[in-house]
């Protein structure tokens, strides 16, 4: 519970105590008896009343003297019904009183009951909105849109990189709305969408930040997950309230980040109960299919699985341009890096580049981790900067995970994990075109890995040959290799190379159509994939059994040739597996300077 709805619930709790609290105070001061009956005969009988006043249960009235405690008025409760022939007898003047019921009915009930309702109206407006009841009902269909103007976000594009081909594109986006003469004075329009795909952490939800910073115009904020609510028809009525939100500040850009959360293509549920999502996505397309562009009122949009988008929305007309926000390249993991290591104390010899060389593969927002992992490191360490050592320390932690040096294995084990991490470092070097070993360790990391072996590829790479993926499945089954020949019999270590393995040689066979026998011929269709993604429910497939056993058999004839490669390659070698096994064994951990020299023995 938040701190501020906490606060107004003890708050509402404590003011309805103290309406009923009020209440029994004010039926007590209406029943206790001040002065016993029995008193006020007493006195009555003395001559010490001056006068009263009868009402239909108590008799109030005044003494001719003040008492002893300063009291001189006196109320008790009538008892006798006699009593007026009593008063007869002594020379007291009496009236009777007729009491108002409305004026007591009104502050002995109605008032307590016009405070309470107050107090709760006042409660909740104070929570209730935010959760959905209460002052809540009223606000159901108001979109939820934050609204930015100007630099309100603190992002621009200066603090945008690696993603230039983006950059651009959205450049021209905020250049038409700052200044549509100029961009159109061809005849062209502002696309009307613009659709962010890419992986996540790639930084769509920042470049839409930047472009808030860098418009100058109303920039409304809201996630696709805020759409949907359990009450049928908010989602629709916050998509139409969104919309004339922003037509009363054109020019003016509506973002939506996660869309796929209320654009996933319409039809794809077959159990049903999706009807409030669909009315959400139908109100959209007709929102964007009834504005203008010329009105200056842009739609940007961010999703990392545009596969499950409905096709309306994409097509032309709604959303115009769809823009790749992919992983970046080295030069733009060292324009990340050279933006967040601005924000920590580096060591002189340390630059943006060395560092790019170790990441390939990361995103922006896993290298902005790794700076702050790296800062991390070297505070523990009481380092006065962070050096190449720290970033190294943290992309091992990032990609295997912590070092359980506390996970005691014997001595058995700990033999057959310095062989098998010694056959993957020593096949990657027998090989050529692989990736360079970069360090080797029998310290357990993360849930299940008892060791690893890190290979850090020197450049970029888009295309692989046949001969390239053979090399890297051999690389693989290193590690199992090395098990057969030291120990005549293989482990359950090689689990994870086995799975990695198999997936590579189906993959040769069945989407890079890289076997002779079965041809050019792509059979996965298993597996719709994008962005590495892959589908909740596989196809079915398109070809038959007897094609189906001979892609078994070219798998199962792939996997044993690249065994058969460690194998060769390793018994060539087994005296040198033998002692860097023993010699890991002892220091637990192989740095670059080591596998260098390694590496020249093997070479010879």
């Not at 659709?195 to 939800?205: A, I, Q, Y």
């Not at 920039?219 to 997950?225: A, E, H, K």
């Not at 057969?484 to 086995?498: K, N």
């Not at 860097?580 to 080591?594: H, K, V, Y």
Request: proline share 3%; charged share 25%; hydrophobic share 45%.
């Amino acid at each position: 519970m938040e701190k501020k709805t906490q606060f107004s619930l003890w708050y509402f709790l404590f003011a309805l105590f103290a309406v009923f609290t009020l209440h029994d105070l004010w039926v007590q001061v209406r029943t206790t008896e001040p002065l016993p009956y029995s008193e006020f005969q007493r006195r009555l009988k003395a001559g010490e009343v001056a006068e009263i006043a009868i009402a239909d249960n108590t008799i109030q009235g005044s003494f001719k003297q003040a008492l002893p405690d300063g009291r001189q008025k006196f109320v008790t409760t009538r008892v006798d019904p006699d009593l007026a022939s009593d008063l007869g007898q002594y020379d007291v003047k009496f009236t009777g009183v007729v009491e108002s019921t409305l004026l007591r009915d009104i502050l002995g009930w109605v008032l307590p009951a016009v405070i309470f309702v107050a107090i709760w109206l006042f409660a909740m407006r104070r929570f209730g909105g935010k959760q959905g009841f209460g002052g809540g009902f009223m606000n159901l269909g108001k979109s939820k849109a934050k609204v930015y103007v100007e630099a309100n976000t603190g992002v621009s594009f200066a603090d945008v990189a690696g993603v230039d081909e983006a950059k651009d594109e959205l450049k021209e986006v905020v250049g038409f709305l700052k200044d549509p003469k100029s961009y159109g004075r061809l005849g062209g329009r502002v696309p009307k969408g613009v659709l962010l795909v890419g992986p996540p952490g790639t930084g769509k939800t920042l470049l839409a930040k930047a472009v808030a910073g860098e418009a100058g115009v109303p920039f409304f904020s809201i996630s696709g997950s805020e759409f949907v609510e359990m009450f049928v028809g908010v989602g629709a009525a916050r998509v139409r309230d969104l919309f004339e939100q922003a037509r009363a500040k054109a020019p003016a850009i509506i973002f939506i980040d996660e869309l796929d959360a209320m654009g996933r293509a319409r039809g794809a549920f077959a159990m049903g109960g999706h009807d409030e999502k669909e009315q959400t996505l139908n109100q959209l397309l007709v929102e964007l299919d009834g504005f203008d562009s010329s009105s200056g009122l842009v739609l940007l949009a961010a999703t990392n699985r545009p596969e499950v988008l409905d096709a309306a929305l994409l097509r032309a007309g709604r959303f115009d341009r769809q823009v790749l926000v992919d992983r970046p390249d080295k030069k733009g993991r060292i324009a990340i890096l050279q933006v967040h290591m601005k924000k920590i104390t580096l060591a002189p010899d340390l630059d943006a580049e060395t560092v790019a060389a170790l990441t390939p593969g990361f995103s922006g927002a896993e290298l902005a981790n790794l700076c702050n992992e790296a800062a991390l490191v070297a505070t523990r360490r009481n380092g006065s900067a962070v050096t190449v050592d720290d970033f190294t320390v943290a992309v091992e932690r990032i990609v295997a995970g912590l070092e359980k040096k506390n996970r005691v294995l014997n001595e058995h084990e700990r033999t057959v994990v310095a062989h098998h991490e010694m056959g993957h470092a020593l096949v990657a070097m027998a090989l050529p075109g692989t990736d360079p070993v970069h360090k080797i360790s029998i310290i357990p990391r993360g849930v299940g890995a008892l060791g690893y072996t890190i290979q850090r590829p020197t450049e970029d790479r888009f295309l692989m040959t046949r001969a390239e993926l053979e090399n890297k499945m051999a690389v693989l089954l290193g590690g199992r290799a090395a098990e057969q020949i030291i120990f005549g019999e293989v482990s359950t270590g090689a689990a994870d190379d086995l799975q990695k393995v198999t997936s590579i040689a189906r993959s040769i066979v069945m989407r890079f159509g890289m076997d002779d026998q079965l041809g050019n011929v792509a059979y996965d269709t298993e597996r719709n994939t994008f962005l590495g993604q892959a589908a909740a429910a596989p196809a079915e497939r398109s070809y038959s059994e007897e094609t189906a056993r001979e892609i078994d058999c070219a798998v199962r004839h792939i996997v044993a040739r690249a065994f058969e490669r460690s194998t060769a390659i390793l018994s060539a070698h087994k005296d040198l597996l033998e002692r860097s096994a023993a010699d890991l064994l002892q220091r637990e951990t192989f740095d670059e300077a080591d596998l260098k020299a390694l590496h020249t023995r093997v070479a010879a």
